[in-house]
Structures are given as structure tokens and as C-alpha cells.
């Protein structure tokens, strides 16, 4: 029997009504945009906005699918995250609708209804999805029965960040179109770089793109720069996610999917790494009312509709707080040449030997999708950096692999190889403790690890060997500390969500610093957090 849902979009700045049918047609979609006259978009004229439209597009949507108001079998709406004010209209709109229709209501995640309109326009079956837009910036893959964030801005996100920046600037908004405009006639200013983990962060890169315009450097070296920067960031992690899960598809979603140099950069990452690149029909990428309508189908059939008491707002809906049980997580793995151990995001790692001794090469190869000036800084930075770190760990107490020796000029490092498993395949609550006793070891000693995964984390002769430090760095403050276990906390996840917290109390009792556990605890607790 085939199904019919509208749904309601009004998260932000958009308004929009679609209506799908359960065999994923898109029978009709309508909507319409508010364009601030100055400054951002102010939640109390979004929802005057979204008053205004809705009534009046629901029946041009009805109109344009051919159907009555009695075919429809289903109401679903945005129930967050999104700005308060317009959450309450679009939730207020869905429940008259499907009270004077005597209609079942449901309300969805509008983060998850990007990725899943995605994955019905393109095929994509199991992706590694980057969302971006001006109110989200998330990599997002299911791991465990539901959608996983492994990496998420830690400030603003990237919209917010090019929308900011045009308005200050006198670009205009939305800033993301004048940017790429003037970023093709640019050149390459140096710009702040910030990935702290699975993480990115926007604030210090728009807070240096601006201080450039007010010296006067051209805007078109700027915008090429912000761009360039910000996109390297995003794709970097991206490749991160896709690294550690092995999954063979990267899309692309969310309303920044239009820039078309962002688009490139991450397509080539996809294919450098053996994986498909998917991008849903531009008018998808955006917020609209079809991908609630669908997102909403696929709940009720696994869940049922919502009683009227469970449709109150979620204005911070986090991607990871629904169950997702239709997934197929079957993966396909890229076969790796004999000589090269692993793929890793940023490295590859090669068989070698130093001395008649087993070794292992870490070559930091070139990335084509980042312009070779980044390319270049980052490569040439992080290896230095790393070199260091590993030696300095060491004298913390800390097993790190023995440097044999360091190649700037090709941007390697030759070092011992492990004989050892992965953490993340025999790991349980022992292991766990000991894992938190060694990292306070580092952090005491102001070395902040940067990557701390269960794949970056190895067992060999019942010793815990920690390996690529190529994010790392120093630092003494407890934020730093702070995001370098919940690096920890995301990677633990995503190898059984069930007994994730389990391990992760067990680190922490192990790391034995209650300054810094709470400040985790601060760090989650922020907006930043809960987009």
C-alpha cells in the first residue's frame, strides 16, 4: 500500500511544504525564502515568515501534486533543531493540519531528513555524509543503530561563518555566492588552519578574514583564502570519518552544497580514497518540505505515528538521539597494495626497515583537493610537530613508537613498527583505565594529542602504544584537554554506542582529573554541542 506524507519545513530562515509518497516520489514542493534586510536572520521575523507562508502553501503543494486534501495519509514536521520561535509555528501549523484533517502527525529530525532526501536522490546506500548550511556543520555516518556526528564544528557553523563575513564586509547575504564569485579572481593570503581532531573550528579564521579587509588586502584574495581554508578544513575531517569508518560512499548535503569548489575539493578527496562521490539535486540541498515528508514516512514505518502530546519542539534535536533501524551497514573495504599497511587520512603507511630492522614509513602525501600552499604549510608543520611529540611523549612515560628518522623535504617519518593490535578490537573497561592513565601522563606533561582514537591507539605486549600524533600539539589549558578525550568519547562510540559510556567512565577514572572531566561535561553542555 502505498503511502502519502506532507511535510512541514521551518527550521530557519525557509519555509517550505513538500509531499512524497512512500515509493520516494516527489509528488509536489513548494516554498519560500526570507532575505534579511540587514544583519542575521532574527528568530522572531522567521517565524512571522513561516505564519505568513504556510497556509499558503500547503495548498499550492496539495494543488501542484493533483491530490486532495483526503489522499494524504500523513503529517510530518521539522521538530528541531532550529531557531524557537519558527520551530513553534511549523509545529503549531503540522498539528492544526493534521487535527482538521484527523490525520496521524509525526515530527522528524531536520538534520537526518538532508541526509536521508540525499540518499533517495542519489542512491547512496551507507554514506559518510558532510552537512553544511548556515545554522549545522556535521559529518555524519551510522554506526550502532543510529546516525553518528564524528565531527562537528565546535563554534559557528560554516554558513553562519561566510554569511557573517559578507555582512560585515558590506558583501551582503546570503555572503556564500559574492564569496565564490570573488574567490576565483583571488590569491593566497595565509589564514588561521584549525582542525582539533574530528573537529573544526570557524571563529578564529572569520575573526582573521576580517581584520585583512579592515588592513585593506584585496577582498578577492581574501574571499579565495576564507574559502580555500574553511573547505580544506571541512574535507579534511571528512576524510578523517571516512578513514576510520571504511565506508566506500561520500555525500555531500546541506545548503553550502552549492558552492561549486566545495563540491570539487570533496569529490576528489572521494576518489583519492577509492570511494563514490554523491551530491542530491541542488534544490534538495537546501531546507525544503520534501525531506521532511520522507524523513517522516520511513519513522512511522518503523515507529508509528506521534501521539499530539510528543510533538512539543526539540530546539536543540541532536543527529545522534534518534534510532535509525532501516539502515543496511554493510561496507565495502578499499584492498590496499601489499606494501602499504594502511590508508590513513592524512598518511599513508609503508612497509620499510631501518638497520635490518622492521619500520614503518609514514608519508604524508600530497592532498589535490587542498591548494598547494596549504597543502604544503599543514604537511611540513605537522611533521616537524609530530616528530617532537613522539619524542617527548616518550620522556612523559608514554610508549610511543622509536623515531628513526624525519624527511621534511618529503614531508615523512621513519619510525619503528609496532607489533601489536588496535585498541578498538580487543578493547574493554582494563584496557580502558589504562588508556586514561596514559593519556594523563601526556596531558600532564602539556602534550594534547590531537587525534586520540581506538585506531590510534595500539596493544603490543600487554602495553599501550599510542601512534600518529599528526594533530597533535601543546597546550596546558583544560578546554584543549577537554576536546582531546571527547575525541576519544566519539571513536568509542562508534565501535559499540551501547557500551561506549561504560568505557569512556572507565577513562576518565583512569585520567583521574575531575577539572577536567567537567569541563567535558561544560563543553557538551554548550550550544556548539547541540546544533
Known sequence: MILISLGIEGTAE????????????????????????????????????????????????????????????????????????????????????????????????????????????????????????????????????????????????????????????????????????????????DLPYVVKGMDFSFSGLLSAALRQAQRGTPMEDICFSLQETAFSMLVEVTERALSHTQKDEVMLCGGVSANSRLREMLKTMSEEHGAKFYMPEMKLCGDNGVMIAWLGLLMCREFGPMDLSQTGIIQKFRTDEVDIPWIDNTKSYLKLDDNLIAKGAESNIVKSSYLGEKAVLKDRVSKNYRISQIDDKIRKARTKEEAKLLSDAKRAGVRTPVLYDIDLENKAILMEEIDGVMVKDVINEELSFAMGEEISKLHSAGIIHGDITSSNIMLSDDQLVFIDFGLGRYSDLDEDKAVDLLVLKKSLQSIDYNLALKYFDAVLKGYANDRVADKISDIESRGRYTH
Open 14 to 189: 525557509k519555509t517550505g511544504v513538500g509531499i512524497v509518497d512512500s515509493d520516494g516520489k516527489i509528488l509536489a514542493m513548494a516554498g519560500k525564502q526570507l532575505f534579511p534586510e540587514e544583519g542575521g536572520i532574527h528568530p522572531r521575523l522567521a517565524a512571522e515568515h513561516h505564519a505568513k507562508w504556510i497556509p499558503e502553501l500547503i495548498p499550492q503543494a496539495v494543488e501542484e501534486s493533483g491530490l486532495s486534501y483526503s489522499d494524504i495519509d500523513l503529517i510530518s514536521f521539522s521538530q528541531g533543531p532550529g531557531l524557537g520561535p519558527a520551530l513553534r509555528i511549523v509545529a503549531t501549523s503540522a498539528r492544526s493540519l493534521a487535527l482538521s484533517l484527523n490525520k496521524p502527525i509525526i515530527g522528524v529530525n531536520h538534520c537526518i531528513g538532508h541526509v536521508e532526501v540525499g540518499k533517495l536522490d542519489t542512491g547512496a546506500v551507507n554514506p559518510v555524509s558532510l552537512y553544511v548550511s548556515g545554522g549545522n556543520s556535521q559529518v555524519i555516518a551510522y554506526e550502532s543503530g543510529r546516525y553518528r556526528i564524528f565531527g562537528e564544528t565546535l563554534d559557528i557553523a560554516i554558513g553562519n561563518c561566510l554569511d557573517h563575513f559578507g555582512r560585515e564586509t558590506g558583501l551582503g547575504h546570503p555572503g556564500g555566492p559574492v564569496i565564490e564569485k570573488l574567490a576565483k579572481k583571488g590569491s593566497y593570503i
